[in-house]
């Protein structure tokens, strides 16, 4: 497994002006192989097409037979996040895992088993 960074647009603090291409580089040289799964990590929280992210893997792995994605904040959704996330658009063929933070007075264990019941929704 390999956490890749996360893609920078814009250099900060000393970093070279071809931040974002040389991380896409090495994004690219990572997800290539067609042995590895590629993971991503998306939030509810943004517009998922509109992930650069989603864009790269897509080119590399054109069926989505080997994405699997995490999505966060869930607890935050939009009630039709379930349409929006498993669109054609997004082409995620390995399926989903829904992540969600405890709500108010929730407890950490009604927060998992509501994370379940999203997760087995998908």
Request: proline share 5%; charged share 30%.
């Amino acid at each position: 497994m390999v956490d890749l960074p996360r893609i920078t647009r814009v250099p900060v603090l000393g970093q070279p002006q071809d931040t974002y291409e040389q991380i896409s580089y090495i994004i690219m040289e990572y997800i290539m192989p067609k042995g590895c799964i590629i993971l991503k990590v998306l939030s509810t929280t943004i517009d998922l097409p509109t992930y650069k992210s989603i864009r790269m893997s897509q080119r590399i792995d054109t069926t989505g037979e080997r994405t699997l994605a995490m999505v966060t904040k869930c607890d935050k959704a939009p009630e039709d996040l379930l349409e929006k996330v498993t669109s054609d658009d997004v082409n995620i063929g390995l399926g989903y895992i829904c992540v969600r933070n405890h709500i108010k007075d929730e407890s950490y264990e009604e927060a998992r088993v509501e994370e379940a019941r999203l997760s087995d929704e998908w």
